[in-house]
């Protein structure tokens, strides 16, 4: 029994890991696109994976922060981005974007998640709770792109993106309600979040225009 | 008596509701401008219209936000994105942005009025409470243009907006100061507010231009 | 020993005063070249002279915000920005820009020894501390830039300017682990981050850039 849950800790923080890693690559590939120096890759890298958490927390008015709690993930950013500078080029962008788009669906799951926890945490409404879900998981991309003097690619590319944390947010809430356990909560949300986004880059679903 | 105040009462949540719809419908109108999608215009839209009293809660460190305690103007703005995404077309703007010029200047005077009100009652000096009013009324606003990438409009059409609400969010102070009750403040600096808003637009004042 | 002290109590107010007017300017001209109208110059000069803080002090979760204690600062930006639309012409720009780089420097350097000072203050990691120091230093500019539709100078320049900040800002961590009065720390980290930035100015240093 201890094995198993020191094997889903294992998973867990493996998980966490990757997605984060994959949400800072999509900061610091948007930078190096813009042509920034290397302290706005750092900074842009830095918002895309730590920007909707902390967003949450201010709103959310929780203190300390997870990059203050763990002030390894600064450094582990910090590296990823003196490693990207020394290896990466723009010709392996193509393929670096297509490699992360499966930890990005999970961080997105894994994201969603956590904020939707955290925010029934603090007692707050249901609904509050899934927007919280949302702002943890997609916001580090909007501010990444606001920072980067872009509409932010979640609001304007009419791909399931958010829509999917919107879902899983409220599997999340609803078994919450059922009072079903904390980790089922967890795996489903994340579950549905990545599942759906997968499936909507597998089958190139798009979001219905607005029509003129 | 208990009629008249019920009756005030009634009036002041209708005005409220309209100007919460004003500014809303204001960001939806940017969204579908800049052809975001359903996520995009759902944002925009609650940026205008939460946008400036957030960011003052925020700042004078207060919770919980209007739209955590009454969740129901969060599912009004999702209503109102979903019915202007099947009726609005981009033909009926024009005509949507002169009906909504009223509501939007009771807007703001009310919205200068509670952001000065909370101000006060947080105990803040006379000068950052005009300015906490002034972050309330404009500040949905300029998050609204920053987010669809665009210099924010109250900053640079020289139109008389920010300075109406700086006159009003000092005859609101002005009125405190002098232990005038909390209704009549409220109502003066909604009148003037408004009724400034209402001249400029009508006259066409302009704020004088920067000399080259 | 009294002289000595207020002494240095009246230098440290001129050269923060000469630093806060610098960062305004900045703020006051970028503005201008946006032909922003009056309240938009307002607000970027003021976001430039005192959004880094402000941000800083949102992520510490602490208040009173230093414009609230000191509300004759917020009278002294309006009063700058007044002037200068009165005086200031676009033909005066490059001097200006060439004039308040060297208060720049010394504010960059007193803004991240403060932060960090904060920081440290709130029990913060040192990496955390010297990161606040860096918000406080640069994302003054960093806001001034987003609202005026730009990506921030500081991200893509490839000029030292924050990595002149966090070297100052590890100084200062290092002699306050080192029990250095904070006199002593203040004074070494203003003098290496100005000195840096100085130095990077005169000899035209520049970051190593990202290769395609």
Redesign the interface.
């Known amino acids: 029994m201890q094995g198993i849950q020191s094997w889903g800790d294992t998973l867990r923080l493996l998980v966490e890991l990757s997605a984060t890693a994959a949400f800072a690559l999509s900061g610091l590939m948007e930078?190096?696109r813009?042509?920034?120096?290397?302290?706005?890759?750092c900074?842009?890298a830095f918002l895309a994976a730590f920007g909707g958490g902390?967003l949450r927390d201010?709103?959310l008015?929780q203190?300390p922060?997870f990059?203050?709690q763990h002030?390894e993930v600064?450094?582990g950013v910090l590296g990823l981005c003196a490693l990207a500078?020394l290896f990466l080029?723009?010709r392996h962008f193509e393929l670096t974007e297509k490699a992360i788009q499966w930890p990005d669906a999970l961080g997105l799951g894994l994201f969603t998640a956590t904020g939707v926890h955290h925010a029934l945490g603090a007692l707050?409404?249901a609904?509050?709770a899934v927007?919280m879900g949302l702002v943890t998981g997609v916001f580090g991309g909007?501010l990444r792109d606001?920072?980067?003097?872009?509409?932010?690619t979640?609001?304007?590319?009419?791909q399931p993106?958010?829509?999917c944390a919107f879902a899983g947010g409220w599997v999340y809430v609803g078994l919450w309600q059922a009072d079903a356990p904390g980790w089922v909560a967890l795996v489903a949300c994340v579950v549905v979040t990545a599942g759906l986004r997968g499936l909507a880059l597998w089958r190139n679903w798009a979001?219905?225009?607005?029509?003129?």
Chains 1, 2, 3 share one sequence.
Do not use: Q, S
Request: contains cysteine; hydrophobic residues 60%; charged residues 20%.
């Open positions: 930078a190096a813009k042509k920034l120096d290397i302290v706005g890759i900074v842009v902390t201010l709103l008015d203190r922060f990059w203050v002030v600064l450094w500078v080029r723009h707050m409404p609904v509050v927007l909007v606001m920072v980067c003097n872009e509409i932010p979640a609001f304007r590319d009419h993106y958010a829509v979001l219905p225009a607005w029509r003129a």
